[in-house]
T-cell receptor, first 117, second 112 residues
Framework: AQTVTQSQPEMSVQEAETVTLSCTYD???????LFWYKQPPSRQMILVIR??????QNATENRFSVNFQKAAKSFSLKISDSQLGDTAMYFC??????????????FGTGTRLQVML | NAGVTQTPKFQVLKTGQSMTLQCAQD?????MSWYRQDPGMGLRLIHY???????DQGEVPNGYNVSRSTTEDFPLRLLSAAPSQTSVYFC???????????FGPGTRLTVT
């Protein structure tokens, strides 16, 4: 079974600064996907970024980027130029790379991020 | 497209009552899932489906039933509600491995 660990329950960052959220995972699979989801107070789950394990290049989406270390099983999220709208709960998630598991995500416990003025 | 819709948004049940949480998607996605979110525990998979007529158990299936008679709908049934089922429930759908998982807005369920 896969496990996903987020060791930072809460973090804060000043507006316009950079913050990094940590995520580690444990799996014996070689083919898998990793995700970061954002959950603002509205409760809606929003995909922030996705990484395919077979790709060595780190994924980026505008101000969001990841540091994917496959050997270390680490998948951190960097948010640059933090904005007030980034205040949310952030979840790291894992999915095996088999067609039959395309609807099965394993989530971490989340990191609550507060962006301050 | 409405995306993934869930009804109701809020529900209060008494212990022992039954109910069905509705989930529908209009994106013709084959894959659908139900998760529950509890404080400090992230989201946990209850049941999932890889297509109409095909369902399977996730991490926490006890006390819940599902069926998938159409591609669009994936209802979650609580047979006899218990206080331990107080949670926020999310339905999600995707087109497959390369597709993004789209989440519904969630249903907050309280069992007294």
């Amino acid at each position: 079974a896969q496990t996903v660990t987020q060791s930072q329950p809460e973090m804060s960052v000043q507006e316009a600064e950079t913050v990094t959220l940590s995520c580690t995972y444990d799996t014996s699979e070689n083919n898998y996907y990793l995700f970061w989801y954002k959950q603002p107070p509205s409760r809606q789950m929003i995909l922030v970024i996705r990484q395919e394990a077979y790709k060595q290049q780190n994924a980026t989406e505008n101000r969001f980027s990841v540091n994917f270390q496959k050997a270390a099983k680490s998948f951190s999220l960097k948010i640059s130029d933090s904005q007030l709208g980034d205040t949310a709960m952030y979840f790291c998630a894992f999915m095996k790379g088999n067609t039959g598991t395309a609807s099965k995500l394993t989530f971490g416990t989340g990191t609550r991020l507060q962006v301050m003025l | 497209n409405a995306g993934v819709t869930q009804t109701p948004k809020f529900q209060v049940l008494k212990t022992g009552q039954s109910m069905t949480l509705q989930c529908a998607q209009d994106m013709n996605h084959e894959y659908m899932s139900w998760y529950r979110q509890d404080p400090g525990m992230g989201l946990r998979l209850i049941h999932y489906s890889v297509g109409a007529g095909i369902t399977d158990q996730g991490e926490v299936p006890n006390g819940y039933n599902v069926s998938r008679s159409t591609t669009e709908d994936f209802p979650l049934r609580l047979l006899s509600a218990a206080p331990s089922q107080t949670s926020v429930y999310f339905c999600a759908s995707s087109s497959g491995l390369a597709g993004e998982q789209y989440f519904g807005p969630g249903t907050r369920l309280t069992v007294t």
